[in-house]
């Protein structure tokens, strides 16, 4: 029954979109009823309000704010990143301290996480447990930690403490590899915990790691923003290569001064990355050397978020006071093919 | 509500015993029971609303509370009694200039006044001067400026009024006021405190404001003294302190928490003379924040300043009918906080008012002002303004100026993210007035034009910090309509004041409407009076206003119009000259409307309260 209600919900809503803003109806019939999610592109916009939104696979549709759509109710502020895990999507958002899971098809909600949480960013599973990095009392450099959630009950069941300001999470293998930004401050380190003892190491890399990511040939590859000039105290970003075994840094890829890398992906072998400049560039895993050209310049306000599958690239441009927009460029030609508009403050992108 | 009443009649009779007395008499009357004479009379041309001291003592003791009910200023409030900040004219919050006894008091921090953190229970008057008074009262009076007036009386008398009620989510409020005045001295002390747990239902869900408790207290001092016959000497003193958890959105509950401190201290001494006279302020000023990020957490961010003022002015009155006033003022500010160090800056201004009253009917006014801050360029500023009687109760007024509001120290030094580049928002306005006096009351109607460029506005920079830079331009225009008036029959006596407000302010380039800023506001007040019993009822409309720029309708996009109405009566138990005892109450969201004037924020559901005035 459901499947028949949700696409039937989406249409009235469409309807009503329509006949408050846009006079000409005929767009939207051609449209495949909405509801189903589970092929396409999602976008997590922090707020507030905090919203989702969800492109078609085929960029042939769009939808905003789902999660309302569906639960009438709000996420809360700010939503910092999703998780997703087998049939399960984790939202989390940090102010409220709150984890919301729902269907990732379908959005539902199914539960929530409310209690345990301080700062929540990140989510990652491995084993049959979630791992969220906590910044607890962000001006308290020695709080932060890693939630272990009881995926049955939904519950922390435990925590292991890290040092100050746990950002991204990636489980490989046993491990999880935490990126330490440093939260309202800077930081330098990578926290390794063996997810069975739940021992924590730690090793250095450039100031602000941020991204990381697992490339074909099994290394962790960090994303280091480095310090900025205003900091008076300015270093260098760097892309930095790690061995997931010893933990040992393979090779790291220093930035010129001036210029700090903010985001990244990884896509069919081949690493993006956006600069303080607004470029694109992509580097081959058996690069040895930064690449010097950009393959793409944006002409975006404020690049938020970016993703790439498939020799596409999603970019959002983010809004903190009006809609945000998601753009989209064909890689081989270094065009924009497609936008749509997204929720206030548009800042990960997701492929469900 | 008796009181409104006799009051309303006592100024009656006042202003037309006043009105036979040549002008240089009040002016010097102004000046001895006033700080800030210059409101009257050097403003022809400006509409200014003065809400007495019974308007205040029937409204909510927050400034917010008064004005959304008896003004056009637009609120908008993160929930009742949290932080609150005006739209005037359809400018932004740090264009609206609130002056404490004639010192501007705007924080050096954010450019604005948190109108929940003014009691108004200690002043004698509230004065609205729409339209743009930066020669008078500098940088942020754009859209107008809100007056906090102590007057000095120097009558004889001895008077002591008490208050206290207690309301619905704990509410518990009390104030004690003392007067004293005699031939040389005029001394006034008043206390006033409220305590909230303000814990109200989010109406439509089953949410309620769980971290919105507040409390403040507010000391007030003031003391005027004859040293000689023709020499005042006056001191204002202002103490308040606030704490107050933050209350969260329907979706977020808060959790933090902010203490406010802000002391005030005005001397000053006149003298007074015909033709010419002279007056020396001196002010210190400071405000104070603390905010806690969470109700457990220890640490804190913080942020401070002292504002020295040195300001002599020289009246000088070359007959009947001209007179000019000039003033040097000094002022240095001090700041200290978590975000942005310790800065500091001085600006020296000088300003010339005329004003001539050419004939009876006809006056006008022209009035400059340059500053010289240590930091930026300040544009010269001007108004010139007049006022014309076509008949005995048909009056037209006109005033143009140029207005700037100064980068605040969060914009020129907030880490990261300030910029030192940043030069004053500048702003030129028409304001064309009628006042039509009716016998039965009196009505005005106003439209204006305010074009402002170099708007300040917070936007990621290029390489994604958040930093303020002078890009916008805006475009206001509007028509406000007021209607005051006052009847009786036979016992029966009835007050109404409404406002209407149609309001379009506009992003330059875009041409979208600006977010939270209604097209339409109303309000109306009625107050009766029959023997011992007052009655009142006021309400108050605000139109739907888009809370994302690109001017989209929908929950994500825009709040809802909003109707709220407030219920009250009061029963005088004790009714002579020496003693007065009445006992009051009200309901606040008479009819349990949701509503919400920032998005996500709800504000309170139907409420309750009751007050006892005791006054010897």
Not at chain 2, 42 to 61: C, H, M, Q, W
Request: net charge negative; with cysteine; proline share 3%.
């Amino acid at each position: 029954m459901k499947n028949i209600f949700l696409p039937l919900f989406a249409l009235l809503l469409l309807t009503f979109s329509c006949s408050s803003d846009d006079d000409d109806d005929t767009i939207y019939e051609e449209v495949a009823p909405l509801g189903a999610y589970e092929n396409g592109i999602l976008v997590s916009s922090e707020g507030g309000p905090s919203s989702i939104s969800f492109i078609s696979e085929d960029l042939s549709v769009s939808e905003n704010s789902i999660y309302f759509n569906v639960n009438n109710e709000d996420l809360g502020v700010y939503l910092q990143s999703i998780g997703f895990n087998n049939d399960l999507a984790y939202i989390v958002t940090d102010s409220n301290n709150t984890i919301t899971i729902v269907n990732r098809n379908t959005f539902e909600k199914i539960g929530t996480i409310t209690t345990g949480l301080e700062l929540p960013r990140y989510i990652s599973f491995l084993n049959g447990k979630g791992y969220v990095s906590n910044w607890g009392d962000p001006n308290d450099a020695t709080d932060d930690f890693i939630a272990v959630i009881n995926l049955t009950t939904n519950a922390v069941e435990t925590t292991i403490p890290v040092v100050e300001g746990p950002e991204r999470i990636l489980a490989n293998g046993d491990k999880l590899f935490v990126s330490h930004k440093g939260g309202y401050g800077s930081n330098n380190i990578i926290s390794i915990v063996n997810a069975i003892s739940n021992v924590v190491e730690t090793i250095t890399v450039n100031d602000n790691p941020d991204e990381m990511i697992v490339n074909t040939a099994g290394e962790l590859v960090v994303l280091c923003g480095g310090k900025e000039a205003w900091t008076g105290n300015e270093t260098a970003g760097s892309i930095t290569k790690i061995n997931t075994t010893n933990h040992s840094v393979i090779s790291s890829f220093d930035f010129a001064d001036g210029v700090h890398p903010n985001l990244m992906d990884y896509s069919n072998g081949t690493l993006y990355f956006q600069t303080s400049s607004n470029k694109i560039y992509s580097m081959a895993d058996s690069d040895t050397s930064l690449p010097t050209n950009s393959i793409l310049d944006l002409t975006t306000s404020y690049t938020y978020g970016m993703a790439v599958k498939d020799n596409r690239l999603f970019v959002a441009d983010a809004s903190f006071t009006a809609q945000s927009e998601i753009l989209v460029y064909d890689l081989s030609t270094a065009t924009e093919t497609h936008s749509f508009s997204a929720g206030r403050g548009a800042s990960k992108i997701y492929f469900n | 509500m008796k009181n409104i009443i006799c009051l309303f009649l006592f100024l009656s009779v006042c202003v037309s015993g006043i009105a036979q007395t040549p002008i240089d008499s009040i002016q010097t009357l102004d000046e001895v029971v006033l700080s800030d004479s210059k409101l009257k009379h050097y403003a022809p041309g400006f509409k200014i609303e003065v809400l007495n001291d019974s308007i205040l003592r029937t409204n909510a003791n927050s400034l917010t509370g008064v004005l959304a009910f008896n003004s056009n200023l637009y609120f908008k409030e993160n929930g009742y009694g949290m932080v609150s900040s005006p739209s005037f004219r359809g400018t932004n919050a740090s264009q609206t200039a609130v002056i404490w006894n004639g010192i501007p008091i705007n924080s050096q921090l954010n450019g604005q006044t948190d109108f929940n953190t003014i009691n108004t229970t200690n002043y004698d008057d509230i004065a609205i001067r729409s339209g743009g008074g930066s020669v008078q009262y500098g940088s942020g009076a754009i859209g107008g400026s809100i007056h906090l007036n102590n007057t000095l009386n120097f009558k004889s008398h001895f008077d002591t009024h008490i208050r206290t009620g207690y309301g619905s989510f704990d509410t518990k409020k009390g104030s004690v006021s003392s007067s004293f005045g005699s031939n040389r001295w005029s001394a006034k002390v008043g206390v006033a405190y409220v305590d909230s747990e303000n814990d109200y239902e989010y109406l439509d869900t089953s949410k309620k404001n769980v971290n919105g408790a507040f409390n403040n207290l507010d000391f007030n001092f003031n003391l005027g003294y004859f040293i000689l016959d023709n020499d005042v000497l006056k001191l204002y003193q202002q103490s308040f302190r606030s704490d107050r958890d933050f209350s969260g959105t329907i979706a977020t509950p808060g959790q933090s928490r902010y203490e406010d401190k802000n002391y005030r201290t005005l001397l000053e001494w006149s003298h007074l003379a015909k033709m010419f006279n002279y007056q020396v302020k001196v002010a210190h000023l400071q405000e104070n924040f603390k905010y806690f990020g969470t109700q457990s957490t220890v640490n804190y961010s913080f942020g401070k300043v002292n504002t020295f003022i040195v300001k002599p002015t020289f009246n000088f009155r070359f007959s009947e009918k001209i007179k000019l006033k000039t003033s040097i003022d000094y002022t240095k500010y001090e700041a200290e906080g978590t975000s942005f160090g310790s800065p500091s800056r001085f600006n020296v201004s000088a300003t010339a008012l005329l004003n001539h009253k050419v004939t009876k009917a006809f006056s006008y006014g022209v009035n400059l002002r340059k500053d010289f801050t240590s930091t930026f360029n300040n544009p010269l500023v001007f108004s010139v303004d007049t006022e014309y009687a076509v008949t005995n109760n048909y009056k037209l007024q006109l005033n143009g100026s140029r207005n700037y509001r100064v980068p605040t120290f969060n914009d020129l030094y907030w880490q990261p993210g300030g910029n030192l580049d940043l030069i004053p928002e500048s702003s030129y306005q028409v304001d064309f007035g009628q006042q039509l006096d009716l016998g039965f009351g009196q009505l005005k109607v106003n439209g204006y034009y305010i074009t402002t460029k170099d708007l300040i506005v917070w936007k990621p920079n290029k390489v994604g910090i958040w930093s303020p830079v002078n890009i916008a331009e805006s475009n206001s225009y509007g028509a406000e309509v007021e209607l005051h008036s006052h009847f009786h029959f036979n016992s029966h006596y009835f007050k109404i004041n409404s406002h209407y407000s149609y309001t379009v302010s506009e992003d330059a380039t875009t041409k979208k409407q600006l977010i939270y800023v209604p097209f339409h506001k109303a309000n109306i007040s009625v107050a009766y009076n029959y023997k011992r019993i007052s009655l009142f009822f006021q309400h108050v409309f605000n139109g739907e206003v888009f809370t994302s720029e690109d001017n989209l309708k929908g929950r994500f996009f825009s709040l809802k119009a909003y109707d709220v109405s407030n219920i009250g009566f009061d029963f005088a138990v004790l009714k002579n000259s020496n003693r007065q005892l009445s006992l009051g109450g009200r309901v606040n969201n008479l009819f349990d409307k949701a509503y919400q004037n920032i998005a996500f924020r709800p504000m309170p559901n139907r409420n309750f309260n009751i007050q006892l005035n005791y006054k010897f």
